[in-house]
Every structure is written in C-alpha cells, then in structure tokens.
C-alpha cells in the first residue's frame, strides 16, 4: 500500500539549510517563505555532524526548533535522514567503511557521500540515526514526508573494497541459485581462462590489464545498484515502524545520464517518487531534456511524482555553468508539472556563502530579494497556487517507449561494435520528433502490460530477455505497431549473443535478418533513399519478408535495406537500421504514428510545447513557448485558462511570448 503526500495543493519549496546560518536569519527565512508561497521544505539532508556530535550522543535541540518554526509557520517539512553525510568522527572509527574505487584507491571523506555502501558500520550508524530521527519525530505536525538519504549513489556507486566484494558474492550466490557452475555459464568463463573453481575467488570488476568479462560487470552494476536500495529500504523500514502512515521518498536523478540504478526496481518501494533535474549548458534544447526526464519518472510513479530539486539559475559543477534566460526558470518549473510533477522545488533556498555550493543558485540570491530570480520565484509560487486543481491529474498516452537501465549498462560496456553509440542520446533522438509534434509518451520497461498503446517505440534496446522480447513482439503480432532501433535484441539477459543472425530476438517479427554490422565513424554518413542519410551505425541487412522503406545510396552497403516493415500477425514491425538525419527521423516517424492512428494533444507552432494532463473533471493542457514568439492555440468550448483565472470565450488561448498557458478544458476532448 502505498502512503499519499496530503498537501492542499502543489507543493513548493527547496532544500532548507537553516543549520548553516545564525538563527537570527531564521526569521527572515520564513517570512520571505510567507511571500513566496514556499508550503514544504526538505530539511536536514545533510547534518548529521550536528545531529549526533560523537556517537551515540545526539543533540536534536536545533532541528526541535526549525520543526517547530516551520509548523508555526505553516511550512510542511520533508525531513530527510542525513546519511548521505557521514561526519569525520565516524570515519576515524571506521576508516574501512571509506569507499575504495576500481583502482584501489581508498577515497577521504571531507566531502560528502564518501562512503562503502557495504560497510556494516556504516549501516548500523545510519539506520541508527533514521531511527532516533524517526521516533523522535513521528508525531511531529510539521512532518509530511521521509526524505531517505539524498541522490543514492550520486558520488559513491560503487565500492571495490574486500567488504563490498564479500557483499557482491553474497549477491551472486543468491542471483545463482548457489550453484557456481550456473555463474560461470553465465558469465562465459571459458574464456581467457575465467572459469571460478571457488566463489572466494570472484572480486568486483576491479582495474585490470585487458578488458574485463561483461557479465561479471554487468552484475556488478546490478548488485551496485540493490547494495544501494537495500540501504534505502533499511532506512525506510525504520522510519515506517517509528510512523506507519508517513510517506517515504529518496530523491532520483534520471537524467545527465547518472545511470548507477536500476530505477525500475527503486519506484515500487517508495511511496512517493521524486527526481531531481539539472539543465546541462551545453545542450540547446534543455527543454526537451526536461519533457523526456519527466515522462520518465511519471512512468516510473505510474502517476504524479515531486520534482525535487532544480535550479534557479546556474549551477556550480558544469564547466560554464550558463544561467537561465528571461522566463526561463517558469517555464522549466511549468514544464515539470506539465509532465505530471505535484510539487516543484529547488536546490536550494537560501544560496551559501560558504561550502562547496558557494556558486550555486538559489531560490533566495546573494543578491537578496531586489533579484529577478526572487520575483521569478515569487511569480511562481503565485502560479503554482493558481494551478493547484491540477494536482493528481495523469498523462495519458498512446505511445511507449522501451526504456531499460540493464540494457543500457551491457550496451555501453566496453568492446561493442562502436563506442559511440549510446541509449539515451538514441531515445532523444526517437523522442525529439515526438516532442516537436506534441505526442504525448510513456516510458515502459520490455516486459510492461502495453494494452493501452498504439505504438511502441524501442529506439536502443541491445539487451533484452525471453519474456520482454515475447511481450513486445506479441504486442505487433496481437495488432500494435512497434518499431525497433539497431542493435537491439542483440544479446539475452546474460550479455551472451543471439545466434543465427541479427537483430536477435527481434528478426521473426522484424522479418529481417542482418549477418554483419558495419558501425559507421565518428562523422561518417550514408545516404539514404530518398534523400536524407544516416550515421553512427549500418548492417547488411537482407529482408526475410519485410518490405523495404529506404536503402543506403551510397558506401559498401549500397542497395541493401535500411529501413523497413514487416506485417506481423495482425500488427506492424519496423526496424531501423542506422540513426536517420532528424528531418528523415522526423518524416519516419510522422508517418509510423499517423498509420498507427495516433494524434498529437494539440498542434502548436514550432516551438510551442504541448502536454496534457487528465483529472477526474476536466483535462489540463499545457502550453509553453520556447522560442520567444508567442502563439494562438485553439482550445475547446467552456475552457480556462488558470494562470490569468481568464475563460476562454473564442475558442483559442494566447500564449505570451516566452510565457506560458494552462488550459482546463472539459475531458471530452480527447477520445
Ligand atoms: C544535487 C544534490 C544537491 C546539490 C545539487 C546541486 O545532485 O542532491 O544536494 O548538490 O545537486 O546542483
């Protein structure tokens, strides 16, 4: 059973560190709060060193009394346990619980996060600490939510040490059934003379002279990745059984392809999923960056979610860290609720002095209140307030992409055919057309229920098992359209190639099968039929009942299928076999939805974000211009928009030049 987040509205706020000021300050905190609209902090995410002076000594008088302020106050906290912090005492005492990385290296704490997540000592310490903080504050009024840890696994997912290595076998014997022969078949260790005679002998995928065995390091990223969530549910455990009814989060990051954890597994044991999300400057069109981490993470909620944390402006550990540009911080933070976030919060609220994060942004500036991103912050508080009947409403769409974390941890392991190829650079590529064209989007794992899907996308899916490959290509036989990126299907659960040709597990239904893969190099291209071309990847396919869309024009490939579509069972393949240029992708895929039946959630002009949410009454539909234009957008009868509270009497909705609309419009809308 899953426990709700019971806030009146949309939640507000940011990560609040009132520790690392005089309380004198405190005043002024709440009172600028007030202004803004700000109805739930996190607090406490990283103060054990005050919290617990020496251990077993704690002193909870200064958290006691920011508890009690906020209720005063009537700010909701999200007390965080502050284990992500382990203070120096501790590591004086356990200097083996520091993590060791692939080299040997044992790291230093004086940072944060440095820590062996195997390390028993540092399990005791911190489920100790989650245990006073949860009994002392269980009945506390200002509590609505635990806030386990911060960012699992954000600086420290893997630990080579001798314990973690202990842990790992453990998780192997577990994994294999005890049965080591079962280990080395998987793994393959026949080869370069692997083969363990004793499960003593398996240590992580530690630096070593040539490449290291696959599966042994795809493992490794599996276990890695439980090591930490059995750290998480530990604390959540002992926070549930100080307070049954609170909620718990941990705070994910989906995106800047942080890939330590397999968030598939992660979502079902919280109550609330939240994600954090950071614009990278580099990337020109953060924007659709910000819509595919949120489809994501809605799809793992499996419904609302909390954006935990993003910035105001710059932050601090790019090599430019570019602020935002006028209206840029609305609309990242809209676009985030557009995507089915509840609550909109920041890293963090009042911008440090001192520390590490001296340079990052805040919601309250060096500057103070006399800022444009204390206005803005203030703006949109005032809009969340306006929007807050939205809270609760769902996505709704007819389109899935396959999203794997295993499959993208064996495609990027070293000595693939090209390094160059990457998942999530592949989905965005997939996802960008999608997006222009306002197609709404759900993100599946290979073995998820798609009845309610038209289409399903699978732009980089190299590793899939039996069961997801059946699902998918039962999905085309039973009538869906599904359309496959290269690469895909290429090996099983165990990193061991499909035989008998590629795309593996996909050939039957593709009705292709390719018997070499000729990855193209950096800047290389290949024209196709029709006029574009493709890059990054080509294989001579041979069509073994598909019909041929498109070849390649030109290189040793000439004349052989690059794009194609098979009739399977009551439904359609395709298969894609090398990256098309975006015009080409873009008619590609236009023309696979519009075959498919499926229609945008509105057509906007270039530029001009489309999303919808659906409530129990009504439909919310999201509209913000990203190109500084403006645009008119038709809307239904009776429709409002709910940020100007204006109803809308001739059937379209203005969006203001780089602004933003919310158009409650009846449900009827949409089929
Ligand atoms: C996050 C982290 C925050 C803060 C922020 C800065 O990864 O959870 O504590 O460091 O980055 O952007």
């Given at each position: 059973m899953k426990r709700t987040l019971s806030l009146p509205g949309l939640a507000y706020g940011g990560d609040y560190n009132?520790?690392?000021?005089?309380?004198?300050v405190w005043a002024e905190d709440v009172r600028l709060m007030a202004e803004a609209g700000v109805n739930m902090v996190s607090v406490n995410i990283f103060s054990w060193a005050l919290l617990e002076p020496a251990e077993g000594a704690y002193d909870f008088s200064r958290l006691d009394r920011i508890l009690d302020m906020l209720y005063t106050h009537g700010i909701a906290a999200d007390l965080a346990?502050?284990?992500a912090a382990p203070p120096a005492w501790f590591f004086r005492a356990h200097p083996e619980a520091l993590p060791v990385d692939r080299d040997g290296r044992r790291l230093s704490y004086g940072?944060?996060?440095?820590?062996?997540?195997?390390?028993p000592a540092y399990r005791a310490a911190a489920l100790r600490i989650a245990g006073e903080l949860g009994r002392r504050y269980a009945?506390?009024?200002?509590?609505?939510m635990w806030h386990v840890?911060?960012?699992?696994?954000?600086?420290?997912?893997?630990c080579h040490c001798d314990t973690s290595a202990e842990a790992f076998r453990r998780w192997l014997r577990t994994r294999y059934a005890d049965d080591l022969a079962a280990l080395n078949d998987a793994w393959g260790t026949t080869f370069w003379s692997q083969?363990?005679?004793?499960?003593?002998?398996i240590i992580p995928?530690?630096?070593?002279g040539a490449v290291p065995n696959p599966t042994h390091q795809l493992d490794w990223r599996r276990f890695c990745s439980d090591e930490l969530l059995s750290l998480c549910t530990a604390e959540r455990d002992v926070l549930r059984e100080a307070a049954p009814s609170t909620p718990a989060t941990t705070n994910f990051?989906?995106?800047?392809?942080?890939?330590?954890?397999d968030y598939w597994r992660w979502a079902?044991?919280?109550d609330v999923v939240s994600n954090d999300h950071y614009l990278r400057?580099?990337?020109?069109?953060?924007e659709i960056d910000i819509a595919l981490s949120g489809d994501l993470v809605r799809s793992l909620a499996g419904g609302p979610w909390l954006l935990m944390e993003h910035s105001t402006g710059a932050v601090n550990w790019q090599h430019v860290n570019r602020a935002k540009g006028p209206g840029e911080l609305r609309r990242n933070a809209l676009a985030h609720v557009a995507r089915g976030a509840d609550g909109i919060a920041f890293f963090q609220w009042r911008a440090a002095k001192?520390?590490?994060?001296?340079w990052h942004s805040a919601m309250?500036?060096?500057?103070?209140?006399?800022?444009v991103i204390w206005r803005d912050v203030v703006q949109l508080g005032a809009d969340l307030r306006a929007l807050?009947?939205?809270?609760g409403s769902r996505g709704v769409a007819e389109v899935a992409v396959v999203w794997d974390w295993n499959a993208k941890w064996a495609l990027e392991l070293?000595?693939?055919?090209?390094?160059?190829?990457?998942q999530l650079d592949l989905v965005r590529s997939w996802y960008e057309p999608l997006w222009r064209a306002g197609i709404a989007v759900d993100f599946v794992r290979?073995?998820?229920?798609?009845?309610?899907?038209r289409l399903v996308l699978?732009?980089?899916?190299y590793l899939v098992d039996d069961a997801g490959a059946e699902n998918l290509t039962g999905f085309t036989e039973r009538g869906g359209t599904l359309v496959v990126g290269f690469h895909?299907?290429?090996?099983d659960e165990n990193c061991h190639v499909r035989l008998g040709?590629?795309?593996?597990?996909f050939r039957e239904a593709l009705g292709v099968r390719t018997d070499e893969l000729f990855p193209l190099l950096p800047g290389e291209t290949v024209g196709l039929e029709g006029g574009g071309t493709g890059s990054l990847w080509s294989e001579r396919v041979r069509p073994t009942g598909a019909q041929v869309v498109s070849s390649y024009t030109?290189?040793?490939?000439?004349?052989?299928?690059a794009l194609t579509r098979h009739g399977y069972g009551t439904g359609t393949a395709w298969y894609v076999a090398t990256l098309p240029d975006p015009d080409t992708l873009t008619a590609l895929l236009d023309r696979i939805r519009t075959e498919a039946g499926v229609t945008p959630v509105r057509v906007t002009p270039e530029g001009v974000e489309a999303a919808l949410r659906r409530g129990r009454d009504a439909d919310y539909l999201f509209l913000i211009d990203h190109r500084g234009k403006g645009a008119e957008v038709p809307v239904a009868a009776?429709?409002?928009?709910l940020l100007t509270g204006?109803?809308?009497?001739?059937?379209s909705v203005t969006v203001p030049p780089g602004g933003v609309a919310v158009v409650r419009e009846p449900r009827s809308v949409l089929p």
């Open positions: 009132p520790e690392q000021w005089p309380e004198e346990t502050p284990t940072s944060r996060q440095t820590f062996c997540p195997s390390s009945d506390h009024p200002a509590v609505v840890h911060n960012e699992y696994g954000c600086h420290n997912a893997e083969w363990y005679y004793d499960w003593d002998e995928p530690r630096a070593t990051m989906v995106m800047y392809n942080f890939d330590a954890l079902p044991e919280l400057s580099t990337d020109p069109e953060s001192a520390g590490a994060e001296q309250l500036p060096h500057a103070g209140t006399d800022s807050a009947e939205v809270r070293p000595s693939q055919p090209s390094e160059e190829v990457r290979p073995g998820a229920d798609l009845s309610a899907y699978a732009p980089s899916l895909s299907g290429a090996v040709g590629y795309p593996g597990a030109d290189g040793p490939l000439t004349g052989v299928p009776d429709a409002v928009e204006r109803p809308l009497t001739d059937g």
